[in-house]
């Protein structure tokens, strides 16, 4: 939604992420549409499939990328999934070379485990990793991944910050409902018996909103934003009154007991799950 990318520009969003996976590199052409004329004030990120990850696999998609971004750079090139079919030093090795001719400027990995990212820094520096995390999602946690990130210096960023929707609400408090067709409808957070489970955490959340005077979805992204080693956080939307919401986080700090009360329920949710 172009109209969203520019009102969040205007907002101060300044780091757009993108992948070549998305639509087919229709969602890298929506991104260049949107931030035409103001592309040297952003910061882009796309990621290459991990089909990709041969070393002339890597340059074709890191080409088709810069075509479909309308640009000569790319500020940050994500692995987008590991391939363990392909040897790691060959894909880095080719990223190395597209850094030397400054068509990237920093190297990312996303969905690494531990093992996975310290093999990589092993061959070169990673700047970033991208990963899932929120209140549903505590893995980067639990595999010791996001302190590492903050002891090496790592940026870390989240997606599925909001869990898909889940965290906002929606669909335990609101009337919102997964479509069949929907890709959610698979995904083991939105299967009926786990959305039951997690409803003691959607109902605290609701609480501290209430508290605060805030929206749920400020309160679950202010948890996430103030975890120790995160950097930054990904939230998609298609509505400007969504956007303006999520951006809202950014300036709530929420009560150091409101943050063991979520972090409690948190665990015992995702233990139930």
């Known amino acids: 939604n172009i109209a969203v990318l520019r009102r969040a520009?205007?907002?101060g969003v300044t780091t757009f992420d993108t992948a070549e996976g998305y639509g087919d590199g229709h969602s890298e052409t929506v991104v260049a549409r949107a931030l035409g004329g103001?592309?040297?004030?952003?910061?882009?990120?796309t990621k290459v499939s991990p089909s990709h990850l041969?070393?002339?696999d890597v340059r074709q998609a890191a080409e088709n990328s810069l075509r479909n971004l309308g640009t000569d750079y790319i500020d940050l090139y994500y692995i987008h999934w590991p391939n363990n079919?392909?040897?790691?030093d060959e894909t880095l090795g080719e990223f190395l070379r597209l850094k030397?001719?400054?068509?990237?400027?920093a190297i990312g990995v996303s969905n690494f485990s531990l093992a996975q990212l310290q093999a990589a820094m092993a061959i070169t520096r990673i700047d970033a990793v991208q990963l899932e995390y929120s209140l549903l999602q505590r893995a980067p946690e639990d595999t010791g991944i996001l302190p590492y990130c903050a002891a090496n210096g790592i940026a870390f960023t989240s997606y599925s910050s909001l869990a898909k929707g889940l965290l906002t609400g929606a669909y335990h408090l609101g009337k919102a409902r997964i479509a069949p067709d929907d890709f959610r409808a698979e995904r083991r957070l939105f299967v009926p018996d786990h959305l039951k489970k997690e409803t003691p955490l959607i109902h605290l959340l609701r609480d501290i909103a209430g508290e605060l005077d805030t929206s749920?979805?400020?309160?679950?992204?202010?948890?996430?934003l103030a975890r120790p080693g995160m950097t930054t956080a990904i939230v998609g939307t298609q509505r400007?009154?969504?956007?303006?919401?999520?951006?809202?986080?950014?300036?709530?700090?929420?009560p150091q007991e409101a943050v063991d009360r979520l972090d409690a329920v948190s665990a015992e949710v995702l233990a139930s799950l």
């Open 216 to 224: 749920i979805a400020q309160v679950a992204m202010a948890w996430l």
């Open 85 to 88: 079919d392909i040897p790691l």
């Open 240 to 254: 400007i009154e969504h956007l303006d919401d999520n951006l809202a986080a950014a300036d709530l700090a929420l």
């Open 38 to 45: 103001i592309r040297s004030h952003c910061v882009l990120a």
């Open 54 to 56: 041969r070393a002339a």
């Open 100 to 105: 030397e001719e400054g068509k990237i400027r």
């Open 9 to 11: 520009f205007d907002r």
